[in-house]
T-cell receptor, first 108, second 113 residues
Framework: RKEVEQDPGPFNVPEGATVAFNCTYSNSASQSFFWYRQDCRKEPKLLMS???SGNEDGRFTAQLNRASQYISLLIRDSKLSDSATYLCVVNTGNQFYFGTGTSLTVIP | NAGVTQTPKFQVLKTGQSMTLQCAQDMNHEYMSWYRQDPGMGLRLIHYSVGAGITDQGEVPNGYNVSRSTTEDFPLRLLSAAPSQTSVYFC????????????FGPGTRLTVT
């Protein structure tokens, strides 16, 4: 069983739409959770850490449900510049496990 | 701050050759790591280090060696390159006391023929 599973998409949404991504993880001992964004042929960049109480950064909201072992990312008012692959990342001990990513294309 | 730097950007090797991928960071981060990214597989951890002199294996360590003699540098050595090691390699660094948020270098695209 994979440590982290994500729906690969692709998600194609119009500008201004709201889109949500989900991710599940298998190890209940996992400690930290993150969303990264990766543009084509570039390195992953940290979008936001995910806190137990949920957290928001502008148009982005991240939620963590430890009981069900899933993490979510909500993007409101999508912009063309949000087009990228979004990676769910889970930290267990000193190791990190990445989902395969969810592809988002925002259409004008 | 340059952040995390990696060299080279591109490399082509023949099967059996060895080489070292360089990684350096100037953020005084204790934690450094190497990943490979293959299509449909996501990033997978090869080796990591929690400080100078301390290294450990990740998910896919076979065929790779690392060392960490300084806080800044964390080179990855391919001992005898195989076509299965064709991939994009990313180095990252982070602070364990800051939720382990990691920052990535620009990557090295390696092809083994």
């Amino acid at each position: 069983r994979k440590e982290v599973e994500q729906d690969p998409g692709p998600f194609n949404v119009p500008e201004g739409a709201t889109v949500a991504f989900n991710c599940t993880y298998s190890n209940s001992a996992s400690q930290s959770f993150f969303w990264y964004r990766q543009d084509c042929r570039k390195e992953p960049k940290l979008l936001m850490s995910v806190y137990s109480s949920g957290n928001e950064d502008g148009r982005f909201t991240a939620q963590l449900n430890r009981a069900s072992q899933y993490i979510s990312l909500l993007i409101r008012d999508s912009k063309l510049s949000d087009s990228a692959t979004y990676l769910c990342v889970v930290n267990t001990g000193n190791q990190f496990y990445f989902g395969t990513g969810t592809s988002l294309t925002v259409i004008p | 701050n340059a952040g995390v730097t990696q060299t080279p950007k591109f490399q082509v090797l023949k099967t059996g050759q060895s080489m070292t991928l360089q990684c350096a960071q100037d953020m005084n981060h204790e934690y450094m790591s190497w990943y490979r990214q293959d299509p449909g597989m996501g990033l997978r951890l090869i080796h990591y280090s929690v400080g100078a002199g301390i290294t450990d294996q990740g998910e896919v360590p076979n065929g790779y060696n690392v060392s960490r003699s300084t806080t800044e540098d964390f080179p990855l050595r391919l001992l005898s390159a195989a076509p299965s090691q064709t991939s994009v390699y990313f180095c990252a660094s982070g602070r364990p006391d800051y939720l382990y948020e990691q920052y990535f270098g620009p990557g090295t695209r390696l092809t083994v023929t």
